[in-house]
């Protein structure tokens, strides 16, 4: 099932046995929330976690062992396993009895997020288990989460505010939820968030950062690039760092630029988020292909610059800064 439809699944009790696996971590530990919330009482009695890499072989009997284990002035216990990979032997030898028959009074919680290794067993096609999907939400999904927040503590916030806050943080769900509580604790009296707000409260990640001077550049506004890089210097980071991330991000669009591929694809491909991608193809429709080519390749010669004792980091964020703004030359790499 779809996070979303899990909260209201648990109305009707929690399942023997659950999966959560994807790559959206808040939901993995909200979901733990929930159940421990609704099912749990005395932790420190009814709670048990394992880490799957410790468990091979023989030593999956301790997990079978605390899963049977009957709770103690509590509903329910919770077993959790982390990144639980066994093998197709490990599982008939020491689980497949257990999820054929899994006690009444425990749930088995099993956490996946670290990448297999080699062909384990398909839990998912295991007796008795729920899976949860903790993939990243859609844009609707999570404005509708970010609207609801606000809705339920009695605070306003509109569409863009809410809009704001997603991109700001780039779709990251635990970096939206802890903006998100700022912002409900900063609009507690008011009961009204706005634009302006979220723009004074909200930190803006650096790579969101650099969208914003690469749309700047684009929209071939230098003077907005030079504020949004101010305001990374302003943070400690040196000519040298800046110069890194510039690379790295113009790297990472003249990558997208060479792949035809879905967002999702290209997000997997590159070990990116989704809506990243998303955002960096805005950009490489305002640059274009080649300009993109070009500013990586003048960042990367500046960095070359640098290693090789041609320039100092500093003056070579100010060549770099004084091509992005008027160009580059045909074939000019610092």
């Known amino acids: 099932m779809k996070f979303v439809h899990f909260k209201k699944s648990l109305e009707e009790g929690a399942a023997p046995i659950y999966l959560f696996d994807g790559e959206e971590e808040y939901f993995k530990e909200r979901g733990e929330e929930m159940l421990k919330e609704r099912f749990l009482g005395e932790p420190s009695l009814n709670y048990s976690a394992f880490h799957g890499e410790n468990l091979k072989g023989a030593a999956l009997s301790s997990l079978v062992a605390a899963a049977e284990s009957f709770p103690f002035m509590s509903e329910k216990r919770i077993v959790k396993v982390t990144d ?65 927040r606000f809705r339920r503590a009695g605070i306003e916030a509109d569409t863009e505010c809410c809009e704001r806050i997603m991109q700001y943080c780039l779709g990251d769900m635990s970096r939206i939820a802890g903006e998100t509580e700022k912002l409900l604790a900063y609009g507690a009296d008011s009961k009204k968030i706005t634009s302006a707000d979220v723009d004074e409260i909200v930190y803006r990640d650096a790579d969101y950062k650099m969208y914003e001077m690469s749309n700047a550049l684009g929209a071939k506004n230098y003077g907005k690039y030079v504020s949004v890089m101010s305001e990374l210097t302003e943070r400690g980071i040196d000519g040298m760092a800046v110069l890194n991330t510039l690379c790295s991000y113009f790297r990472g669009l003249f990558d997208i630029s060479l792949l035809n591929k879905t967002d999702a694809e290209i997000a997997a491909a590159l070990g990116l988020k989704e809506y990243a991608v998303k955002m960096s193809r805005r950009q490489l429709g305002m640059l274009g292909p080649r300009r993109v080519k070009e500013c990586f390749l003048a960042v990367n010669g500046a960095i070359n610059a640098v290693k090789n004792g041609v320039l100092s980091a500093e003056g070579a964020l100010i060549a770099v800064n004084a091509g992005l703004a008027f160009g580059y030359a045909e074939n000019n790499g610092a």
């Not at 054929?100 to 062909?119: C, D, F, R, Y």
């Not at 096609?125 to 949860?132: D, F, G, L, S």
């Open 84 to 148: 639980l990979y066994p093998s197709e032997k490990e599982y008939t030898g020491y689980l497949q009895k257990y999820f054929e028959h899994p006690a009444e009074s425990t749930i088995l919680l099993i956490v996946n997020s670290a990448a297999p290794k080699g062909k384990p067993f398909d839990l998912k096609k295991a007796p008795n288990v729920t899976r949860v999907d903790c993939s990243k939400a859609d844009e609707e999904t999570v404005l509708r989460w970010i609207y609801t």
